[in-house]
């Protein structure tokens, strides 16, 4: 593979690190988060008052008859298998993919669930967390063709097969999640103490817990392996993550703040038309949100990092792994000391035809915004060595370089 290019000099140059006005996405399919639903979560969900649109009535009406069913399958796989989770004993240390949301976890989720010694929580596990022990063989045979070939955010693989974020179990298990953002996208007060959990109820962290727990425990159950997680989410949970899994692992995903910030708002666009109970519109609040959520995660993962013992933790930036994928996860493996090294890399060379023919989505971004992005963001432009690509620098920059020459 080539070596991984050096950062763009002029903004001009920046295909992927821009506006989303223009993205276009395909629909989501059937199924929205809340289709996962129990009775009580939904009844849960209503109570916090979610701003409802008339034209997505036919939604709600559809997730309230699928939680009757999931509550249903929900009570019988747990006079079935309640036991058995009940005693089930974690043995293997899960690996955490930490990083702020566009920033390359999902790629790397993929490939590091191409190594057979571990297993992941799939979309079906997450979206029917309560009862996919039960219900998972017969549903996913017969309702798979409801499931969208590709993400409606960018074009990546989706299915119910595919690795997901655990996140979406924890919303639907316990209603204690960030994920309450997709019902009240305009309302951060509903859900922005979910990010850390440091500042809920000790009742309530104690609830997220167990209910994080009793989905670890279903999916040691089924696939007796380390499981990979990744969930944005747990960028801001390093201390809460080890106090569950002392022995755990961690990656951690960087990528350049202008795609991030670009990429970050199409996600927002995406996920809440297809998931909301209200009409959307993307504002200057949104932006806003945007731009504060990346610098309380970056700041929240700097802070805390240290907590991770030595050995166990990798960091990568997501150009870097997406021009030499096999390089890169052979680093990561030399990181954090994983074996099975030639299994994957013998995977991921298959793969290699497939990443090379993927297509990002691509954006403009103006220079304006490129500033406003680059002021408020400069920390991690510095910490993490991207240029602002802004005229003024960039003639900053040559004229040091003839001084210096």
């Known amino acids: 593979m080539a070596p991984p290019t050096k950062p763009q000099t002029s903004p001009s140059a920046a295909p992927n690190c821009g506006s989303n006005d223009g993205a276009k996405f395909d629909p989501q399919g059937f199924f929205s988060v809340w289709h996962g639903s129990s009775v009580r979560t939904w009844i849960k969900l209503l109570g916090t008052h979610p701003p409802i649109h008339w034209s997505r009535l036919h939604k709600v009406a559809t997730i309230s008859a699928f939680s009757l069913v999931n509550s249903f399958h929900n009570v019988i796989e747990s006079a079935i298998f309640g036991r058995k989770i009940a005693a089930q004993t974690i043995d293997h240390a899960p690996v955490f993919i930490l990083g702020h949301w566009r920033s390359g976890t999902t790629l790397l989720h993929n490939l590091m669930t191409l190594d057979p010694q571990f297993t992941f929580p799939n979309l079906y596990e997450v979206m029917f967390p309560a009862n996919f022990l039960l219900t998972e063989r017969v549903v996913t045979s017969m309702t798979?063709?409801?499931?969208?070939?590709?993400?409606?955010?960018?074009?990546?693989?989706?299915?119910?097969h595919m690795p997901q974020e655990d996140e979406v179990a924890l919303l639907l298990l316990s209603g204690l999640s960030p994920y309450l953002m997709l019902a009240h996208p305009t309302d951060p007060t509903k859900y922005e103490r979910y990010f850390e959990l440091k500042d809920i109820p000790p009742a309530e962290l104690a609830e997220w817990k167990e209910r994080f727990m009793y989905f670890v425990k279903k999916l040691t159950i089924k696939h007796n392996k380390p499981i990979v997680f990744k969930s944005p989410t747990h960028t801001y949970r390093i201390p809460v993550l080890l106090e569950m899994f002392p022995n755990a692992k961690f990656v951690y995903i960087y990528r350049d703040p202008y795609a991030v910030y670009s990429s970050s708002l199409h996600l927002r666009r995406t996920l809440f038309a297809e998931n909301g109970l209200s009409k959307i519109v993307m504002n200057e609040k949104m932006q806003e949100d945007t731009l504060k959520m990346y610098t309380n995660c970056i700041e929240t993962y700097e802070r805390t990092r240290h907590l991770i013992p030595a050995g166990r933790l990798h960091e990568m930036r997501f150009e870097d792994l997406e021009v030499d994928p096999l390089g890169e996860m052979h680093?990561?493996?030399?990181?954090?000391?994983?074996?099975?090294?030639?299994?994957?890399?013998?995977?991921?060379?298959?793969?290699?035809?497939?990443?090379?023919?993927?297509?990002?989505?691509?954006?403009?971004?103006?220079?304006?915004?490129?500033?406003?992005?680059?002021?408020?963001?400069?920390?991690?432009?510095?910490?993490?060595?991207?240029?602002?690509?802004?005229?003024?620098?960039?003639?900053?920059?040559?004229?040091?370089?003839?001084?210096?020459?």
């Open 144 to 160: 798979s063709w409801l499931i969208p070939k590709t993400r409606p955010m960018d074009n990546v693989e989706a299915g119910f």
């Open 331 to 405: 680093r990561v493996y030399q990181g954090l000391n994983l074996d099975n090294w030639e299994t994957i890399e013998a995977a991921i060379k298959q793969k290699l035809p497939e990443l090379t023919r993927y297509r990002k989505n691509s954006f403009n971004m103006d220079e304006s915004l490129m500033r406003k992005v680059y002021e408020r963001w400069k920390v991690s432009f510095d910490r993490y060595g991207y240029a602002s690509r802004l005229p003024e620098t960039q003639a900053t920059n040559e004229s040091a370089a003839v001084k210096a020459g």
